[in-house]
């Protein structure tokens, strides 16, 4: 079965420290991988995909197969990445269905 | 990307009754995905809607608890039925963004407080 796994539930760093949430995910096949991030009063919305090996909001997230991580990591943590971050495996088979970790709250501290 | 206007955002609800939540797209999408979100939990899939098809559940979750309809590629409804405090969560439908590879738009989620 699909599983990922967050193991943070609350990760404070201070403002322009280096920040990173861990993700680990169990999976057969290839994954897509997504982080999503909610901030306050807000939609959940994507934050990044690992296909596209791209950097919003100057973060990013490599995966590592061998270690079957995908993590997120920024350099420099801003108080407004003050949020709640979802780690997301899009599924194999039938029918493309997203599965969330149980989600990481960052809190940047000024 | 898609827009998806949810309805109600927020409600309140006696225990026993049925609450109907809807989800309009600004745009025609294959398959629409509920989601419930309990106090403190990350997101569980409750179904995917497929228009013209029953609505596919997954484990824990059933019709008679949960009807939903896709009357078309644009429009979605879940039922909350014969609710009981334990149904108080926040529920959310998702599509599939076409302008972006497999990733997922959200409706700004319909919190539902069972009293």
């Known amino acids: 079965a699909q599983r990922v796994t967050q193991p943070e539930k609350l990760l404070s760093v201070f403002k322009g420290a280096p920040v990173e949430l861990k993700c680990n995910y169990s999976?057969?096949?290839?994954?897509?991988l997504f982080w999503y991030v909610q901030y306050s009063r807000q939609r959940l919305q994507l934050l990044l995909r690992h296909i596209s090996r791209e950097s919003i909001k100057g973060f990013t997230a490599d995966l590592n197969k061998g270690e079957t991580s995908f993590h997120l990591k920024k350099p420099f943590a801003q108080e407004e990445d003050s949020a709640m971050y979802y780690c997301?495996?899009?599924?194999?088979?039938?029918?493309?269905?997203?599965?969330f970790g149980t989600g990481t709250k960052l809190q940047v501290i000024p | 990307s898609a827009v998806i206007s949810q309805k109600p955002s927020r409600d309140i609800c006696q225990r026993g009754t049925s609450l109907t939540i809807q989800c309009q797209v600004d745009?025609?999408?294959?398959?629409m995905f509920w989601y419930r979100q309990q106090p403190g939990q990350s997101l569980t899939l409750i179904a995917t809607?497929?228009?013209?098809?029953?609505?596919?559940?997954e484990s824990g979750f059933v019709i008679d608890k949960f009807p939903i309809s896709r009357p078309n590629l644009t429009f979605s409804t879940l039922t909350v039925s014969n609710m009981s405090p334990e149904d108080s969560s926040i529920y959310l439908c998702?599509?599939?963004?076409?302008?972006?590879?497999?990733?997922?738009?959200f409706g700004s989620g319909t919190r539902l407080t069972v009293v």
């Open positions: 809607a497929n228009q013209g098809s029953e609505a596919t559940y």
């Open positions: 998702s599509v599939e963004d076409s302008a972006v590879y497999y990733g997922y738009t």
């Open positions: 997301a495996p899009l599924g194999a088979g039938g029918y493309q269905k997203v599965t």
């Open positions: 999976y057969s096949g290839s994954p897509e």
């Open positions: 745009s025609q999408v294959t398959m």
